[in-house]
């Protein structure tokens, strides 16, 4: 079996415990207080909460899926493939929160899975480096710390409406992103033994910002429904991984003259897509709404 064929198997497995995951843990999020407490607040009070644990658990076997296709593919391929973990969280949030996914969402939802499969065959993603310089690095914090700090900004000022959630969910998932990237780094050092990855700085960097992602996307799951939290923190988590993945670790997408053309088309499909299910769920009255979540 060819590598990136092993690398979409992988990607897909990690996909579908994310999702699982993720479930689990939106739940925990809404049910663990009433009170309106802040990200480090509500994240203090998880670490308590057993089910928000299996939760964990569950999606931190998706993250081993996730590092070890990294290991045999490119963070655009993989990154892409797990947006399809949207198709498996929609319908397990529906059940829990007893309600139907309607027509239109799995309508939506499809269109969502095909644009990413459309990426991932047109786009034809090849990989590039493991690791990056650290003056790349420097430009990444430059222009990624503004603009979160914005979204969290705006999140405490839209504080217990829909638009809270979509911001928070923009931070969680650009850290997300983030997280491949260095997951990357981290899996290419493995193969140069344990002291080497040990002092690579990839994985202290690693750890921080998945410790950040996961605050921020269990306020993300607090502020509003899952759809109006997930598939915005889904999308947002592979494009930023994807431009991390060009611009900082040199990967290239090759779908040809005639195929950059559909790769626009699918890029904003997938785009159309999850802004439709977002506004969709948000005016369902299937999951719970929460009382405000500053950021």
């Not at 690398?7 to 415990?17: E, I, P, T, Y």
């Not at 949207?86 to 949030?93: N, V």
């Not at 193969?191 to 921020?216: C, I, K, N, R």
Request: charged letters at 10%; a neutral charge; hydrophobic letters at 60%.
């Amino acid at each position: 079996m060819a590598r990136a064929d092993i690398a979409v198997l992988l990607a897909l497995c990690a996909a579908f415990f994310i999702a699982i995951g993720d479930v689990i843990q939106q739940r925990s999020a809404h049910e663990v207080t009433d009170e309106q407490v802040s990200p480090i607040q509500l994240f203090s009070r998880l670490l308590r909460d057993k089910i928000w644990w299996l939760g964990s658990v569950v999606g931190g076997a998706g993250f081993g899926f996730q590092a070890a296709a990294l290991g045999f593919g490119s963070v655009l391929l993989v990154q892409a493939l797990l947006v399809t973990s949207l198709l498996f969280a929609l319908p397990m949030s529906a059940y829990f929160a007893h309600r139907r996914v309607s027509r239109s969402q799995w309508l939506w939802a499809v269109l969502l899975a095909a644009s990413v499969a459309v990426i991932v065959t047109v786009g034809n993603p090849t990989e590039g480096h493991s690791r990056a310089g650290f003056e790349l690095w420097i430009w990444v914090i430059a222009i990624m710390g503004p603009a979160l700090a914005l979204c969290v900004i705006g999140a405490r000022v839209w504080s217990g409406k829909p638009a809270a959630a979509v911001l928070l969910a923009l931070v969680s998932g650009s850290l997300w992103g983030l997280f491949a990237v260095l997951t990357k780094g981290v899996v290419g050092r493995i193969d140069h033994g344990l002291e080497a990855m040990l002092v690579s700085p990839e994985l202290y960097a690693w750890a921080l910002v998945a410790v950040g992602a996961t605050a921020w996307q269990q306020s993300a799951f607090r502020a509003g429904s899952m759809a109006a939290s997930l598939p915005t923190m889904t999308v947002t988590e592979p494009i930023v991984g994807s431009v991390l993945g060009i611009f900082v670790l040199g990967e290239t997408l090759r779908p040809g003259e005639a195929g950059w053309f559909v790769l626009i088309i699918a890029v904003g499909a997938m785009v159309l897509a999850t802004a439709a299910l977002a506004r969709g769920e948000v005016t369902s009255t299937g999951a719970p709404a929460a009382e405000g979540v500053p950021g």
